[in-house]
């Protein structure tokens, strides 16, 4: 089985490849212009945008949307991640948290699957802490200041074996995965 996933973010692609490996589903890039609602939610997000692409790529279509929402900031970037990275970055962010005790926040993402003319929506969501400094140097993004609840470390610090087993991606794509495989095989 191979989905397309519509990305132009080459970590992502390796780390969605990595994720559904195990499942025997294979992951094509499909550079295809994505429409992005405004919306808090990163699964309205994604969900718009794939019911957009699905009439035009059809099956195996999926978008995968990613928000940061930082709780002292009152959930900003939240869906604004992006932006905020190539703007501001990871030192701007690290500023707007100076002197703030509370560093709580929490990744969201969003993929969502186009099957049978349907857009199915799998979530995954990691709490966890915004680092007083960047620590780390694997994965990309956020990774360096986001350390997901318990375990004393960043994404960036426990590397792209540990992160694709755990994160908010994982916990999306392993979903999106079990459900693929089951409809597969009842309608085989
Ligand atoms: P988008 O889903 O491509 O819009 O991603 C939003 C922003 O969050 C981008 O700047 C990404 O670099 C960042 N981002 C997305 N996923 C991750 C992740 O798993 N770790 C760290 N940063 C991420």
Redesign the pocket.
Known sequence: MRIRLV?N?P??LA?VSQILAPYGIEVERLGAEKV?VQHDD?AEIAKKAAENLCVRYGDYVVV?????YIEALGGF?G????????TIGLSGVLKLLEGVANRRAV?R?AAALCLGGRVEVFLGEVRGTIAQVPRGTG?????PI?EPEGLGRT?AELGDDV?NKI???AQAFSKLATWLTTTASKRA
């Open positions: 990305t973010n970590h992502k780390e992005e990163v995968e949307d990613t928000g940061l970037p869906p604004y991640a992006d932006y905020v990275y190539r990744f993402c994965g990309f993004g956020y990774d986001f994404y992160k994160s908010h991606r």
